[in-house]
T-cell receptor
Framework: DAKTTQPPSMDCAEGRAANLPCNHS???????VYWYRQIHSQGPQYIIHGLKNNETNEMASLIITEDRKSSTLILPHATLRDTAVYYC??????????????????FGKGTKLSVKP | DAGITQSPRHKVTETGTPVTLRCHQTENHRYMYWYRQDPGHGLRLIHYSYGVKDTDKGEVSDGYSVSRSKTEDFLLTLESATSSQTSVYFC????????????FGPGTRLTVL
């Protein structure tokens, strides 16, 4: 799986948009971009994923650059409960094998987002 | 949130004792996973299951065994716990083979003295 680079920490004011960048310059054509977050002492939580196109769900938006070398996770209206460590991951999905069976889910160090009142 | 529970949530045990961790899901998902999370290592896959009685090893399976006799339950057993198995253990599930979206349980913090 390709390596990702994220800033170690970011602050965001409550109610404002939080834009979390991720660099994945060595991503290959069959690798998806996934975002998870982990609130202290809880299990990782899936947020969103994408391959080429921008994606949006009820939690966030994912903007992937045209060359796919970087992406941005956008939390449109951050709340205090969004304070967490956010992980950007790129993974190959092998359709003939069980999902996740290709091994470790390497979270790296992620970005610690602090949402402040 | 996906209906995943883990038990126990915390456990302290002694070296050499057997330990079983349970993961229970109410989503009827086919795929279930056990990970351990340690500082500096991210999440490492221990074992996974792609159906009842169908399991396979992950990257760090030594010292661990699993069983899945029902769709909803996936058990992780440490036959003889060692201090190196002190960790936070997460169970995850996914229901689709088309992507790799995994939903995690709350975790079990295991300390082996």
């Amino acid at each position: 799986d390709a390596k990702t680079t994220q800033p170690p920490s970011m602050d965001c004011a409550e109610g404002r948009a939080a834009n979390l960048p991720c660099n994945h310059s060595t991503i290959s054509g069959n690798e998806y971009v996934y975002w998870y977050r982990q609130i202290h002492s809880q299990g990782p939580q899936y947020i969103i994923h994408g391959l080429k196109n921008n994606e949006t769900n009820e939690m966030a938006s994912l903007i992937i650059t045209e060359d796919r070398k970087s992406s941005t996770l956008i939390l449109p209206h951050a709340t205090l409960r969004d304070t967490a460590v956010y992980y950007c991951i790129v993974r190959v999905v092998i359709s003939r094998k069980p999902p996740g069976s290709q091994g470790n889910l390497i979270f790296g160090k992620g970005t610690k987002l602090s949402v402040k009142p | 949130d996906a209906g995943i529970t883990q038990s126990p949530r915390h456990k302290v045990t002694e070296t050499g004792t057997p330990v079983t961790l349970r993961c229970h899901q109410t989503e009827n998902h086919r795929y279930m996973y056990w990970y351990r999370q340690d500082p500096g290592h991210g999440l490492r896959l221990i074992h996974y299951s792609y159906g009842v009685k169908d399991t396979d090893k992950g990257e760090v399976s030594d010292g661990y065994s699993v069983s899945r006799s029902k769709t909803e339950d996936f058990l992780l057993t440490l036959e003889s716990a060692t201090s190196s198995q002190t960790s936070v253990y997460f169970c995850a599930i996914t229901g689709t083979s088309s992507t790799d979206t995994q939903y995690f349980g709350p975790g079990t913090r295991l300390t082996v003295l």
